[in-house]
Every structure is written in C-alpha cells, then in structure tokens.
C-alpha cells in the first residue's frame, strides 16, 4: 500500500508517516497536500471533494473483530485507489471514512462518474481472512473552489454522504443545499441514540396474538418505541434505519430480546396469563449477520428461565435474502437451538418460494396491508386465501397482522388464519398496563 500512497498524492512530504492501517494519507498529510494544490489553482477553477464511508462496518468490526475490520480498510483502500487516477489525493481520516480530491474533475459530471467508479468497485464479495463479505460504500460529493472555508466543504461534503447512506446506501450522493438540514437532524438524531440506552430511553410496547377461531392469547409482539427526552415518542421508522446505519442496532436489539424474555418471565411468575404464554421479538438483518446472536439468545433463555419455544424471532424474507451467506448459519442455529423462527410481512417484499423450501421458520405472517383489503378486494382475498394455504402445506403456523375490524377477522377465520392481531384485537401498550387489563 505504500506505493499506493506514492502514486496518489506522491508530492506530500515524505518524512509524515502514513496511516498504519491502509498506507494512505493520514488526515493532517492531506490538508496539507489540500492546500499546496489549492494555492496554486486558478481562481474560478473547480475541484472535486469526496467523502468515502464504508456501510455497516461497525457491524463487521463488532461481529468479526478488529483483525477482520483492518482487512477490510485494507481493501477499500485498495478498491478506491484502484478507481481513482495518479494526480487524485486519497486519505484514510476516520475509523471507517475516506477523502478524496480530485483536482481535475471540474463538473458535476466528472465528479459523479468517479463516485460511481468507486461505488461499483465493491460490487464483487471479498474474501478476507477467510470471511466471504459483501461490502459496499456510501459516498458525497461537493465542489470545490479556492474562495471556499473548508468547514463548509466538510460540511457539505458530509451532507452528500449522509445523503447516500439514509437513501440505504452503496450509492454516490451530490450535494444539495437543501439537504444540508436534513443531514444535521441525523447527526443530532444519532448522537442522541448512543445516549439512550444508558438513559433507559427506550421501553417496550406489547401487542397481543390470539387463536384466530377460539380466542384464546397466544403471546405478545415485542415492539420497542423510544421515549426521547423533550420530543415524546420517536416512530420506529424513523431512528431504526438511523440505528441500522450507525451500528447501534445491534446493542438495540440485544436489549429488546433481553427485555422481552425478562418481561415473559415476570409475567409466567405472576400467574395471571396463560402458561404457554409466548413473545415475538423483530431481529433486524444487522443482528442476523452477527455470528454471536445464537449464543446471546442461549445466555438470554437461561438467563431469564425460559425454553427456546417461549422465544419467536421475527425476520423479513426480504432481509434473509440480502446477504443469504452470512445469514444462514445465524438461522440454522438459532432452530437448532429451539428459537422459533417467523418470516414477517411475507409477499411485500422480494418473495422467493425457493427460499421457503429450506428456511426452518415455523411461522408465516401475512402482512397487513393485504388484510386491510381483503374484504373490499376480492385479489386480496385470493392472495391471503393462498399465503394461508402455502403456509399449511409447509406446516406452518400462518398469522394475520393488521385486523381492525369483525369483518376482516371473521373472513380470516373462513380461510382458515390460525393466528390473529391488530388493533381491533389490542393495540400495543406497555407492560402494565397489559397487567391491568387482563387481571380486569
């Protein structure tokens, strides 16, 4: 990687050691390369600055430690020199972030086409340290000008990346103004998340599940809301992805489960509910990839006194088929270990029957916006009179979300759902007053 740094920015003084991880220019080595070249650019003249950031590298590092994670710097770096010409000034100036400037791309256009370069060049799995990984990379882009602060440019730089990454990513982002707003409530919304934990900032809420045909509680689906100080409830599609994209989604989801399994076991203790009593807990794809969640979800079962069938992990087939080779042993082990598996919002998403032959997932749910026309649309009824029918034939258990009223349940029912919720059932609420309820 040394000549890398030669090649890119092979004027910079060569006494200034390098950044030890990839070779490349360390953050204080390209300022000041920044600034020889921007001192002898002609005023007017247009430069092109961008900021590189690895998608969900915090999982990685989490997941498969530091070695692996210095790897992976090793090969970006690598793949975003090999994009870049000899006279472009590349440097490594965050854990997980690259700058590059581009001297010579005096156009929007220019500019674009090397992030996209950059971009594709992680379109191929990467083996390393005999880990299979699929990267990808979220990158800004902004102009630059000799008359322009740099705070501005870092500024606007990061506003165009952080663009790229809330749109999901492996994407190169041009800076707009008006996104500018739009990518500081990020950061603020960000920074907030990494002190909400250990503020106790989030609760659960609990939504009941009931025997489509006799009535009878089922269980309970888990679903985590965030009581942010001075702003009241936060929806969850608004600081999941945030979680998702920072890496935080994985300490989120350990305290979900660990909360949930504490509430079921409080709730089996006080004997006011029935006995074989479940909860469903939502796993996002980050904590899927994470080789350690079977051996969390053991540590949490025993922990809490529980048998791995009072435990249902809910997934989407969408987010198993997104990285199927990092997934599927998480899968496999969690049904070996007795985890009930469910495969949530079926049909929505990217559906492949195939992945159903052999996913060991004990439960199919049929996805609300399905049931919300099924007594209005007679496709509707057709697509979830099918789901219910393919769910049966794989013996699986099918579950119906979103009923709001008799009717929808009622044509459930003659289709033969065997399990039901919605807020015509029960909203979600917190834990006490579920209590309250059902002791009345």
Known sequence: MGNDAARHGANASAFLVNDSVTGLLNSSQFMKRAEELFYRQEIGHESALLLVDLDRFSVVNNSLGHDVGDEVLRYAAQQITAALQPEDTAA????????????????????????????????????????????????????????QNSIDIMHEVDSAMQRA??????????????????????????????????????????????????????????????????????????????????????????????????????????????????????????????????????????????????????????????????????????????????????????????????????????DRSFVAGLTTNARDEVLVSAVIALAHALDMTCVAEGVETAEQLEHLRRLGCDQVQGYFLGRPVPASALAETWQE
């Open 165 to 366: 990454k809330s749109q999901g990513g492996n994407q190169a982002s041009l800076f707009e103004q008006g996104y500018s707003s739009r990518a500081l409530h990020f950061l603020e919304l960000e920074q907030a998340l990494r002190k909400a934990l250990d503020r106790e900032e989030f609760i659960l809420n609990f939504q009941p599940i009931y025997n489509a045909f006799d009535g009878a509680l089922h269980g309970f689906e888990a679903l985590v809301r965030w009581n942010r100080p001075g702003r009241g409830m936060v929806p969850p599609d608004e600081f999941i992805p945030a979680a998702e994209s920072t890496g935080l989604i994985l300490r989120i989801g350990d305290w979900v489960i660990d909360e949930a399994l504490r509430q079921l076991s409080e709730w089996r203790q006080s004997n006011r509910f029935p006995a074989k009593l479940t909860v469903s807990v939502n796993v996002s794809p980050f904590q899927l990839a994470n080789p350690n969640l079977v051996g969390l979800v053991r540590q949490l079962l025993t922990k809490h006194h529980l048998a791995p069938s009072d435990l249902l992990l809910e997934m989407t087939e969408t987010a198993f088929m997104a990285d199927e080779s990092r997934m599927q042993a998480t899968v496999k082990g969690l049904a070996a270990a007795g985890v009930g598996l469910s495969i949530d919002d079926f049909g929505t998403g990217y559906s492949s029957l195939a992945y159903l032959r052999y996913l060991p997932a004990k439960e199919l749910k049929i």
């Open 92 to 147: 490594r100036v965050g854990s997980d972030e690259f700058l590059i400037l581009c001297m010579d791309a005096n156009d929007a256009q220019s500019a674009i086409a090397i992030g996209d370069r950059i971009v594709q060049s992680f379109d191929r799995p990467a083996v390393l340290n005999g880990v299979e990984l699929q990267l990808s990379v979220s990158v800004g882009i902004t102009s630059v000008t000799r008359r």
